[in-house]
């Protein structure tokens, strides 16, 4: 799932209804910053974009902090959704604040854990945990001052329903850590204490053990603000108005975190959000103008946008009516369009095939975790990976049946674990006789020979940047410091050609 998303259950089936292309421009104007895919609206972490927006957070943030930890880790709900439900009389600064200090709190909660249960004597009821963590990332993550750190989480607990009469334990508790916590924070494995288990152990034998922890260590940094023009000629124009970098690859790249509605571009639909990595496989696609294309696993819209701004015809299938909208506000602001379709693609058939299909199919999400650090706590004992592969198998059988002879299908997944990209393509190879490889080139796209691996497909990592172009080398420099290179998300991609 590229820009946006979360694991979904695999599997779920939906009626399939067609709705009326997007109107180029209808209603384009004042879209909500919410609506641009991959916008991870006020959360923006630590050591990183979103530090300083939670550095010196209010009262009324961490409140809302407290809430959000406590949606994600008890409720398991996803923290892009539960900051979209903040109170309405919270002011926009301390609703991102508050997004910034839980994602920093989510981030670093194995360290937080590790710090916790050296000065408690027993685990604490969730409330307490809650705001304990909340103080120990403030304390040495953040380095917000003590008296404020360990007040204010007292107070944020005291002003949450039923949670008073552990006050005083918080209290204690925050206070030790404040005073003695510093040494044993600095102490700990910060890549190994914040990833789950099973991560570590799958990204270690997949990557091994050096790999495993420069992925770890970058999971715990936020991802910076990526944008796609909408045309590449204005890249450059846009750039200059947003302050931005300019990637190699073409992506815009932002310094820091910002309101993405009040951006240069935005109101014109100049850009939308998406990182440097989500949109390298529609360029492996390549649509042509007038082609016929299909972005199969569409919502948000990143990668419709990507190929109706090169002039394909467009159709936009997802099962989900609620990621649609977005899709649907997405073009509307970009003044682009294509046929939106509400479907499941497991029941689905279209009327004529395409010359090409993109399909981003449903996965992990684990190359997403800098962007949505609450994903490692939804899913504390790892993804149903049977239920997973067995959806991305299906849906690459049938995108297979779709294309036209000649026709060209790319198959990607934000997912770091090989079970769902170099093992699918290579399944799909083995049992697809007719698919031949589709030629591409990293250096074409602006990154190095290494994006490509030796299987011909795309492989890129939360630790490699796009920002050093083709002639980048990670392993010249693998421990460079954080801030010195954003990272991307990771993503693999593979291309077939249908012989004909
Ligand atoms: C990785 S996300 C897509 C991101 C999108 N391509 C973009 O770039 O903005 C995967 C999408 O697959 C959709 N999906 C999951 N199962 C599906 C199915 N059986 N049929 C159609 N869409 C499905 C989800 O609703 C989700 O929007």
Redesign the pocket.
Known sequence: ?????AP?T?GRRRRATARPAAKAGAGARGAKARSA?GSDPGSAPESGPDSASAVGAGQGARREALRLILGVVEQRRMLSELIERAPADLPPEERARAGALAAATLRRMGQADALIRRFARRRPPPQALAALRLAAVELHALGAPAHAAVDGAVAALRAMRGAERFAGLVNAVARRMAAEGGPIWASLDAARTNTPGWLWGRLSSAYGAGAARRMAEAHLRAAPLDLTPRDGARAEALARALDARLLPCGTLRLARRAQISALPGFAEGEWWVQDAA?ALPARILAPQAGERVL??????????MQMAAAGAKVTA????AA?LERLAQNLARTGLSARVVA????EWTPDAPFDAILL????SATGTIRRHPDLPRLLPEGPDLPALTA?QDA?LDRAWGWLRPGGRLVFAT?SLLPEEGERRAAAFRARTPDAAPLEWSPRALGGPDFWRDAAGDLRVRPDWSPEAGPDADPRADPDRAPGEHGGMDGFFAAGFVKRA
């Open positions: 799932m590229s820009d946006s998303s979904r695999p895919p989500a972005d199969m696993c569409a919502a948000p819209g990143g990668k419709t299938l997802d099962a989900s990621r479907a499941d693609a497991l981003d199919a449903p996965c959806m849906l934000c």
